[in-house]
């Protein structure tokens, strides 16, 4: 048997590992999805998680080694590094098998930390799934905080599964990044973000934006994949094949009425109307001269909210798909948005003509409430 002996800083090891984790599988039929593969070089400690279709990695200063192996139990490990600080000493020993038997590269992973042992069993390094490599083709400078912030705004226009790969997708084009379903599309613009030819990137792969904790990063895009990278972390992702919609060629270009409205009370009276509508978005309100209105078994319900005119257009909507239209402006702190009308069964247009863009589809108003 032989040990080998590497030093990482104790809240280092368990930050990075708390951010690889975020890739991994929770329960799954491959166990080693759910752990995480732990590198040492003589200078750093590299760990990794993948669920196969995403990658988290982070690299953190460490001595010792060169040694590698995946853990087991990754999670139960994470939970006991809040008791550890300072040092934390890790003693890989490898199982030899004896001779003129197959060699097993298995072991046992002991840490240290203080007062404190934990040990574990690890197995060899190559049951862990290959890292694959970008080619990038292209290279950007990303803001991964407003990018977060952008993809939270804009995420409830993302399409369930069955309507593609890539419209399950955040599409990147232009200085704009949208999601679209059958009933909705959001789009967010950020003038320092353009890229050169568009491209789409899965959800999971933005949702881990957070863990650069406001770090410079890098975008490198691929054909087949792409990479953000940035202080000591990289998430790496697959990227789907297709064209998906066409925002441009989607999206009304001209209107016959639009209103102002204030956001947060136009929030207040759909949430208002929405208390007596069983199914928010099944059950439409009808917008009939000013007026919002919901029909129940009891009787109308209406709100009259101050716009900046009266609209000539009756039309009607999902109340719930439009109140995640509005709260889109409101994340970004919008106090007034424009309403845009052509027909009662053309999209709504909500826009704050500073970026953002939210369309809902109509539902044809009946002639009463």
Not at 1 to 11: H, R
Not at 153 to 177: L, M, Q, T
Not at 285 to 292: A, K, P, S, V
């Amino acid at each position: 048997m032989s040990q080998i002996t590497c030093i990482v800083d104790a809240g280092a090891f368990r930050q990075a590992l708390k951010k690889v984790l975020k890739a991994a599988v929770k329960r799954g039929t491959l166990p080693v999805l759910e752990e995480a593969y732990i590198r040492f070089d003589g200078q750093s400690c590299t760990l990794t998680c993948t669920d196969l279709e995403l990658w988290c990695q982070a690299s953190i200063p460490a001595q010792g080694g060169p040694c590698a192996f995946v853990l087991t139990g990754s999670r139960k490990l994470l939970s006991a590094c809040k008791y550890f600080s300072g040092s934390l000493e890790l003693s890989y020993t490898e199982d030899r098998e004896p001779e003129g038997r197959p060699h097993n590269p298995d072991g046992q992973v002991t840490i240290r930390c203080g007062n404190k042992e934990f040990c574990r069993r690890v197995t060899t390094a190559s049951d862990f799934p290959e890292i694959p490599q970008v080619e990038a083709e292209h290279c950007y400078d990303v803001d991964a905080d407003a990018l977060s912030r952008r993809f939270e705004r804009i995420k409830y226009a993302i399409a369930a599964n069955e309507y593609g790969p890539c419209n399950c997708c955040i599409k990147f084009f232009d200085n704009r990044i949208g999601a679209v379903d059958s009933y909705r599309l959001a789009v967010s613009q950020d003038p320092a973000l353009r890229v050169e030819v568009p491209f789409f990137l899965p959800p999971s792969a933005l949702k881990l934006l957070p863990v650069f904790e406001g770090a410079a990063c890098r975008l490198l895009v691929g054909k087949r994949l792409a990479a953000f990278e940035g202080g000591g972390v990289r998430v790496l992702t697959k990227i789907p094949e297709g064209e998906g919609i066409d925002f441009d060629k989607t999206i009304p270009h001209t209107c016959l009425e639009s209103y102002t409205a204030a956001v947060p009370e136009l929030i207040k009276d759909l949430q208002y109307l929405n208390e007596f509508n069983l199914d928010p978005n099944k059950i439409p309100i009808r917008f009939d001269g000013g007026e919002l209105s919901i029909g129940t078994a009891q009787g109308k319900c209406s709100a009259r909210p101050e716009l900046s005119g009266i609209p000539q257009t009756a039309f009607g909507f999902k109340g719930g798909y439009m109140l995640e239209g509005l709260k889109q402006f409101q994340a970004k702190g919008a106090k007034t948005i424009v309403m845009q009308l052509t027909s009662p069964i053309a999209p709504i247009i909500l826009t704050d003509y500073t970026g953002d863009l939210a369309m809902i589809l109509p539902h044809r108003p009946s002639k009463a409430a």
